[in-house]
């Protein structure tokens, strides 16, 4: 397990290179997060999870899909990124 300052920029790294890495566009804002074999997405009804070679639309505020390898990320219609996982 990464134990490190959550300021420090070589952790930070280190997260998000582990593929243990979720960013969300406020402290209010949707959730994306890989749980095991699955995606769980928080307050994302009605936006858009893209990832590599698919998209869904999240109908919902607590969804859980089946996970696909690689970067993932929420989006609005306008395509403004609301949040991502690795």
């Known amino acids: 397990m990464l134990t490190a300052d959550p300021g420090d920029p070589d952790g930070i790294l280190a997260g998000i290179r582990a593929g243990r ?13 890989r749980h095991g074999e699955d995606f769980l ?36 219609e306008r395509n403004e990124v609301m949040a991502l996982c690795t």
């Open 21 to 33: 890495t979720a960013v969300s566009a406020g402290p209010d804002g949707p959730l994306l997060l």
């Open 41 to 76: 997405i928080l307050d994302g009804d009605g936006l858009v999870l893209w990832g590599p070679g698919h998209r869904t639309v999240v109908r919902g505020d607590r969804v859980r899909l089946p996970a696909r390898p690689g970067p993932h990320r929420l989006e609005t």
